[in-house]
């Protein structure tokens, strides 16, 4: 019994490693510099040289500090960002940061229409196409917006900065109905974009920012190289640095495929 | 052809899944806080508050700032840390921070001498005890200074701060003839350690480092938990921020065993 337990155990990662192929790494992570993309009212990134160059004990040194919000560049909101109570980064459990993830590609609607919102209809379209998204999976949306980054203009709708800025955000984002039939019929653990916010620019409430993170469900934001995965049968590894507290924080995020 | 190809292949992964046993995460990871041990004469973490409640339109909103510098809490050196024109963090392969790893456990040398240095003689016991070290693999040393965190007086040796601390830094580390036996013989990918520093607290010259980054092996530093690894048969995933030209930086790092 032990011995036919074990080998369905082997047949199901062979399953698994079979949909995966190569095993080939895809970096999805923009690197973080004074071009990485900042929410219009957030503090940007900044480096600060401490040492570079050799020292008079005879090697050489290089080291610096850095400062930043939580929310910028390739990052993760935590569910503690929208909903009280919810989890900090630091208790995300890596179960639900790693797994199988599928991609559903809505460039072509979102590039006649920056305010597009990704609607159920999409994900029904995506399903009947592709197949059902997998229970407990990781779902990424392709807007094509990842083309334009680091351009605030175009990646933002705007290049302006502070509070007045706010009101003149266009990119897309996924619509808290879709939010909402992913959570309640495919038990999704995270999502991820390749735009600086879940929720579309012109959003005033937030309702999917907030819709996923009182379920405790994560989001990935200014998702890089999705152009680069196909629709399924890729794994995602998504590792937040680890702040106590936190609302969320800088993301390193791959896929294997 | 191909299909035999792909039956090795699979038979591969068989082997790595039947070492692997259960697949369960260990989190090798310090969170980032106020408490978060860094070098004596480094920038340590802070969190900014920048906003936590309700909002005027009517859902919770909780962020923060942060500052630190690269090298603390458990982080990544890159290899330009040590060695001029190496790779810098946004450099570093994926292929080298994730793979097969090994745990060296020499807790008993150092309990009775914190400025035990990790010997070539205990590569090579551990290697008549638990077979080789894999080629191309990832090799952790546990001193058991892990217990200590984040006690810096028992950590590091002293919780003093400034550069007049340095010279009271105790814990042991890895020796350059040990390094360089591991790139030459084993061609180890990356190395990790339980305490603030591969080299040793009372080190002048740094000379594992150097030996490690002059080769574009990276280090990582401060991890967490190496008590609930075994000697062998885990992968390591080692997602380091993403900082462009930085020398190290925040390090998510988790095991799967």
Redesign the interface.
Known sequence: MRTLIFIL??LG??VV??QEKTGE?V?L?????NESVYWVT??EFE?EE?AKGETD???????????????GG?HIDAP?????GAQTV?QIP??NL?GDAVKVNVSDSTLKNPDYLISLKDLQNWEKEHGPIPNGGIVLFQTGFGNYYPNAKKYLGTDKRGPEAVKELHFPGLSAEAAEWLIANRKIKAVGIDTASIDFGQS???AT??ALMAKNVPAFENVANLDQLPERGFTI?A????????????L?I?AIK
Chains 1, 2 share one sequence.
Do not use: C, W
């Open positions: 155990f082997i990662f062979q490693l079979a790494f970096d992570t923009y690197s973080f510099s957030a503090r480096l401490v004990l005879g090697f050489y040194y290089s080291a610096n500090n850095f400062s930043t919000a939580e929310h390739t503690i960002h929208f909903a009280e630091d890596l179960e790693i005033q409430d937030f920012h907030v590894i590792l937040p640095m680890k702040i106590k507290g936190g609302s969320g924080g800088p390193r791959i």
